[in-house]
């Protein structure tokens, strides 16, 4: 039976908040989540997130609205690499096997699930499909995922470096400068 978590993070790298409604089912994570931002200007955010076996992304669907007006991001995975955006082909991000929501604690879940990062010893190297917020674009980015001791993981992505904090689900409970999951 699946297991269902209610989230909700004050997310300091927006001035926001953000509540993540997640499902565990297996080696799926589905995903639905709001969140707003102050910075850099005021927005909201709407996602879906859809994952299949290994928790690889299968989907990302995204809406920010802001005094602009509104954007909306159908990110899609083929299940072999390749990548669309609203239709149109990333090249850039091939190869990827998941997303990464710009300052949404709930993407940081799928690879440390899939590699039991915040268990067990391991450091692994991941190409994402990287989405900036409110914009969102989508590029690519390297990042590294490296288990420091049980729930606790340090990330890096060029010369950004974090340890984050892991619940015993994979669910981020402390990300330092970005997030910090509220009690509940």
């Known amino acids: 039976m699946p297991a269902s978590h209610v989230i909700t993070w004050e997310v300091l790298g927006s001035g926001g908040f953000e509540t993540a409604w997640a499902e565990l089912d297996g080696d799926a994570l589905r995903g639905r989540g709001r969140a707003v931002g102050m910075d850099p200007w005021p927005y909201w955010i709407s996602y879906e997130l859809d994952t299949s076996d290994a928790f690889v992304t299968r989907r990302l669907r995204v809406t920010a609205e802001s005094a602009d007006g509104v954007r909306t991001l159908d990110l899609r995975h083929d299940g072999t690499g390749r990548w669309t955006a609203n239709g149109e082909r990333l090249p850039e991000v091939d190869g990827a096997l998941d997303c990464d929501l710009g300052l949404c604690p709930l993407t ?5 699930l899939r590699h039991g990062l915040h268990r067990a010893p391991g450091e692994r190297e991941f190409q994402m499909a990287w989405v900036s917020v409110p914009d969102l674009t989508v ?9 420091l001791g049980p ?7 060029g010369d950004f470096r974090r340890d984050l904090v892991f619940d015993d689900d994979g669910f981020v409970v402390d990300y330092p400068g970005l997030a910090t999951r509220n009690a509940p």
């Open 108 to 112: 940081n879940t799928m690879p440390v």
């Open 139 to 147: 590029v690519a980015s390297r990042q590294t995922y490296t288990h």
């Open 151 to 157: 729930g606790l993981v340090r990330f890096v992505s």
